[in-house]
């Protein structure tokens, strides 16, 4: 069975304290993995798509890497603005479905 | 922005009672998930809909019935509404196809969905 857990649950920050959110999966074959963002009350907004290990992606303040394992999601400098819960999601080979994690909730204290 | 629309926005029911949610795809988007989100976890999925097709389904009863119309446009049905489908119901389109190709899906805001 297809599963991702995603640590830590939560993680408060000073603005401009970097850090790494993990992402942690198993699954029969990946076709893709995915990072969303997603603000109280809204629904989740797209952030990147990995396909392989040892891929990177980058936009603003956030990079994402990719293992066999296990996905991060680096935040550079963050700010106030960031704080969001950010939920990691598997695509298997064979199916059609997104599995998610639970997320982690992030707050940018100023 | 994605394009992808819900209503209604809230929405409370009684237990027993059955209840039609609605979605507006993106345009050219040509496959439908729909999630369930309980507070403080993630979306798990549903099912999904390619070209008015069910192709895909999650661990969820048969009480949980879906439609795709032509238009862009879908419905999540559930009937004997319980106390646990309490949650925020979303909705995501993607231009993909049931082959392996993969692609990005796009969440609408959601449905609060409060069953009394």
């Known amino acids: 069975e297809d599963q991702v857990t995603q640590s830590p649950e939560a993680l408060r920050l000073q603005e401009g304290e970097s850090s790494s959110l993990n992402c942690s999966y198993t699954?029969?074959?990946?076709?893709?993995l995915f990072w969303y963002r997603q603000d109280p009350g809204k629904g989740p907004e797209f952030l990147f798509t990995?396909?392989?290990a040892g891929e990177e992606k980058e936009k603003e303040r956030l990079k994402a890497t990719l293992t066999k394992k296990e996905s991060f999601l680096h935040i550079t400098a963050p700010k106030p603005e960031d704080s969001a819960t950010y939920l990691c999601?598997?695509?298997?080979?064979?199916?059609?479905?997104?599995?998610f994690g639970p997320g982690t909730r992030l707050s940018v204290l100023p | 922005e994605t394009g992808v629309t819900q209503s209604p926005t809230h929405l409370i029911k009684t237990r027993g009672q059955q209840v039609t949610l609605r979605c507006s795809s993106q345009?050219?988007?040509?496959?439908v998930s729909w999630y369930q989100q309980a507070l403080g976890q993630g979306p798990q999925f549903i099912f999904q809909?390619?070209?008015?097709?069910?192709?895909g389904r999650g661990n969820f009863p048969p009480r949980f019935s879906g439609l795709q119309f032509p238009n862009y446009s879908s419905e999540l049905n559930v009937n004997a509404l319980e106390l646990d489908d309490s949650a925020l119901y979303l909705c995501?389109?993607?231009?993909?196809?049931?082959?392996?190709?993969?692609?990005?899906?796009?969440f609408g805001p959601g449905t609060r969905l409060t069953v009394t």
């Open positions: 995501a389109s993607s231009p993909g196809t049931s082959g392996t190709e993969t692609y990005e899906q796009y």
């Open positions: 699954v029969s074959g990946l076709r893709g």
């Open positions: 990995l396909y392989s």
């Open positions: 999601a598997v695509q298997a080979v064979y199916g059609q479905n997104f599995v």
């Open positions: 345009s050219g988007h040509n496959t």
């Open positions: 809909y390619y070209r008015e097709e069910e192709n």
